[in-house]
């Protein structure tokens, strides 16, 4: 069973306007939420995090929201640019420790 | 800073073939991982290692092997390669556990023929 789901493998959105990518888990001991983005050919690289003790946290274009009775956490990006395109993986960890990936969400930021 | 370094980039390798998967960080991590990712899907763990000589298995260790003879290096192996093992292989570095995110390699591309 998967633990750390994202539902859609695909956004597009249009340069300019908001990006909102979801991810829903299961596992009610992960205490620890992150997001990677990953370009063609490289590997992935962390963008944000947040511990299950906030329900926000806030760097730049990039604010992550988590609802823990809802299991369930989003990315929100605003404003969104063509260089934003990339596949953002959502993983969690308990206690933690080492991370379950979701399967990806490709953005695709439309000039 | 060269961050987490992976060798080769790419492989083609025939079946029951072996080869070893070359992984080093200079960051002075502790916890290292080695990850695959099949076409759409997400990052599944294959082995992990807390500390030199510290290693366990991840949800995916059949067919591999590794070892942690120092902090810098992780490498994999597989022993009698198949063509379930094509994919990309991705080793990854954390400073510590707790509330960190993880450092990753560019990827090694591994074809099994």
């Known amino acids: 069973d998967q633990q750390v789901k994202q539902n859609s493998p695909s956004l597009s959105v249009q340069e300019g306007r908001i990006s909102i990518l979801n991810c829903d888990y299961t596992?009610?001991?992960?205490?620890?939420f992150l997001w990677y983005k990953k370009y063609p050919a490289e590997g992935p690289t962390f963008l944000i995090s947040i511990s299950s003790i906030k329900d926000k946290n806030e760097d730049g274009r990039f604010t992550v929201f988590l609802n823990k009775s809802a299991k369930h956490l989003s990315l929100h990006i605003v404003p969104s640019q063509p260089g934003d395109s990339a596949v953002y993986f959502c993983?969690?960890?308990?206690?933690?420790?080492?991370?379950?990936f979701g399967d990806g969400t490709t953005l695709t930021v439309k000039p | 800073n060269a961050g987490v370094t992976q060798t080769p980039k790419f492989r083609i390798l025939k079946i029951g073939q072996s080869m070893t998967l070359q992984c080093a960080q200079d960051m002075n991590h502790n916890y290292m991982y080695w990850y695959r990712q099949d076409p759409g899907m997400g990052l599944k763990l294959i082995y992990y290692s807390v500390g030199a000589g510290i290693t366990d298995k991840g949800e995916v260790p059949n067919g591999y092997n590794v070892s942690r003879s120092t902090t810098e290096d992780f490498p994999l192996r597989l022993e009698l390669a198949a063509p379930s093992q094509t994919s990309v292989y991705f080793c990854?570095?954390?400073?510590?556990?707790?509330?960190?995110?993880?450092?990753f390699g560019q990827g090694t591309r591994l074809t099994v023929v």
């Open positions: 990854a570095s954390r400073g510590h556990q707790g509330f960190t995110e993880a450092f």
């Open positions: 596992n009610s001991m992960f205490d620890y």
């Open positions: 993983a969690a960890s308990a206690n933690a420790g080492k991370s379950t």
